[in-house]
């Protein structure tokens, strides 16, 4: 996969892993968002310069990726709207690959709709009847109510995620890959809750774009996940470069440390480091 500016040049995605992206251009930023929130909304390719690409550069859709967005994971709730729409779908779903439930949705209905055509009601003349045909299984879940729990004694919003990432994961039968976004800090969730979501979604192999501008999201990421800093030209800062120079000077470091120097390196934001550390960033250019 590819993040695509048309002005601009592209951006690789790792495939099945965590990608943390930071920009800085905000712009950018705020158009890639868009661009989510929009095909998030619509499922449909939208019309922007900036997008992504899958790897026969075809634009992503719901056609060919299931594409999660989590942008105001704050706000996330067992009510909230989309989780009563993905579990109101699984049950259907649910009724109609079940043999034994479909037999007894069937045998439910008939006796429904039995129920109202033996009323008749008679009475000064006149007689009322009444028929029900054709129940339609749409017009029934909607008027569920529905009770989630959770085997533990209050819930987080980590739990809210797992439930709507399995759900959605028990609904695909076509085996579409899955595409998720986060956002970070902006959907304030605490660190430590994000982290145990990244630890989470590595187990399942997915693809993950996460994008943020917090520089101690970037410090704590793992080995293998993807780093990506983009410039105002729309290029990638080399972070591999930045560790080959080090060693040639000052000797292995850590991932840690490396990220943090990266980082401070693409924000151009040098109060933090040492002088020595500072001249020896100036006198490169990985950006």
Same mark, same amino acid.
Do not use: W
């Given at each position: 996969?590819?993040?695509?500016?048309?002005? /601009? @040049?592209?951006?690789?995605?790792?495939?099945?892993?965590?990608?943390?992206? /930071?920009?800085?251009?905000?712009? &950018?930023?705020?158009?890639?968002?868009?661009?989510?929130?929009?095909?998030?909304?619509?499922?449909?390719?939208? +019309?922007?310069?900036?997008?992504?690409?899958?790897?026969?550069?075809? &634009?992503?859709?719901?056609?060919?990726?299931?594409?999660?967005?989590?942008?105001?994971?704050?706000?996330? /709730?067992?009510?909230?709207?989309?989780?009563?729409?993905?579990? !109101? &779908?699984?049950?259907?779903?649910?009724?109609?690959?079940?043999?034994?439930?479909?037999?007894?949705?069937?045998?439910?209905?008939?006796? !429904?709709?039995?129920?109202?055509?033996?009323? %008749?009601?008679?009475?000064? @003349?006149? *007689?009322?009847?009444?028929?029900?045909?054709?129940?339609?299984?749409? /017009?029934?879940?909607?008027?569920?109510? !529905?009770?989630?729990?959770?085997?533990?004694?209050?819930? *987080?919003?980590?739990?809210?995620?797992?439930?709507?990432?399995?759900?959605?994961?028990?609904?695909?039968? +076509?085996?579409? #890959?899955?595409?998720?976004?986060?956002?970070?800090?902006?959907?304030?969730?605490?660190?430590? +809750?994000?982290?145990?979501?990244?630890?989470?979604?590595?187990?399942?192999?997915?693809?993950?774009?996460?994008?943020?501008? #917090?520089?101690?999201?970037?410090?704590?990421?793992?080995?293998?996940?993807?780093? !990506?800093?983009?410039?105002?030209?729309?290029?990638?800062?080399?972070?591999?470069?930045?560790?080959? #120079?080090?060693?040639?000077?000052?000797?292995?470091?850590?991932?840690?440390?490396?990220?943090?120097?990266?980082?401070?390196?693409?924000? #151009?934001?040098?109060?933090?480091?040492? *002088?020595?550390? %500072?001249?020896?960033?100036?006198?490169?250019?990985?950006?």
């Amino acid at each position: 996969m590819q993040i695509v500016d048309i002005l /601009s @040049g592209t951006v690789p995605i790792k495939e099945n892993k965590i990608n943390i992206i /930071s920009f800085e251009n905000k712009e &950018k930023m705020r158009e890639l968002i868009k661009y989510f929130i929009k095909l998030e909304s619509t499922k449909t390719s939208t +019309e922007t310069d900036l997008y992504i690409v899958d790897e026969n550069l075809n &634009k992503v859709t719901s056609k060919s990726t299931n594409f999660i967005l989590f942008d105001d994971i704050l706000l996330l /709730s067992k009510y909230d709207k989309r989780i009563r729409e993905i579990i !109101i &779908k699984y049950l259907k779903f649910k009724i109609e690959v079940d043999d034994s439930l479909f037999l007894e949705y069937q045998k439910s209905k008939r006796n !429904i709709e039995n129920f109202f055509n033996d009323i %008749k009601i008679e009475s000064n @003349g006149y *007689s009322l009847d009444f028929f029900l045909e054709d129940i339609d299984i749409d /017009s029934i879940v909607k008027k569920l109510e !529905i009770d989630i729990s959770f085997n533990k004694d209050e819930e *987080s919003r980590l739990d809210i995620i797992r439930l709507i990432i399995d759900l959605s994961m028990k609904l695909e039968i +076509e085996k579409k #890959e899955f595409f998720i976004c986060l956002l970070f800090p902006e959907n304030s969730i605490n660190f430590q +809750e994000f982290y145990d979501l990244l630890d989470y979604l590595r187990k399942l192999n997915m693809t993950v774009l996460v994008i943020t501008n #917090e520089e101690l999201f970037f410090r704590e990421t793992q080995i293998e996940d993807e780093v !990506i800093l983009i410039n105002r030209f729309f290029e990638k800062y080399d972070i591999n470069a930045l560790k080959h #120079e080090y060693k040639l000077f000052y000797g292995d470091i850590e991932q840690k440390k490396l990220l943090q120097l990266a980082f401070l390196d693409f924000r #151009e934001n040098y109060n933090l480091i040492d *002088s020595r550390l %500072k001249d020896f960033l100036l006198s490169k250019s990985y950006k």
